[in-house]
């Protein structure tokens, strides 16, 4: 039997997940974020990607490939920096593929059981609906 391909994700997407609450830039958002997440949670391989992934794909803010979710270049480099973040915070590097509960766990036992959440991403525009 072929293994799946694994959907890509963005290291802090796995923050996003935890406190997703049907909320977010759009309809076609969160309705795709509602998807991502189900199938994320039937535990398929993802690969940690520092650039746009599934969950991306439906936002009004992607425009090419680039965030745009900031005024100016700084929307591209805040979603990186909290993608670095975690992927520092959870001893993992960008390529890494591994199961999708086994990242979350990693990141619930290396982030949020540590209070570490707003060191990453404190500055974002939903960071109240994670507090």
Request: aromatic share 6%; net charge neutral.
């Amino acid at each position: 039997m072929e293994k799946p391909n694994p959907f890509p994700l963005r290291p802090h997407h796995g923050l996003c997940l935890s406190f997703y609450q049907g909320k977010g830039y759009s309809e076609a958002f969160t309705d795709n974020m509602t998807r991502m997440q189900k199938q994320l949670l039937l535990d398929p391989p993802v690969e940690l990607r520092v650039e746009p992934d599934c969950i991306c794909h439906a936002c009004p803010n992607n425009q090419g490939g680039a965030c745009t979710s900031l005024t100016g270049p700084e929307g591209m480099e805040k979603a990186r920096r909290y993608d670095r973040a975690v992927l520092k915070l959870c001893d993992l590097k960008e390529g890494d593929v591994l199961s999708f509960l086994e990242f979350d766990k990693i990141v619930k036992n290396r982030i949020l059981d540590r209070n570490l959440r707003e060191e990453v991403c404190g500055d974002c525009q939903w960071t109240a609906l994670c507090r």
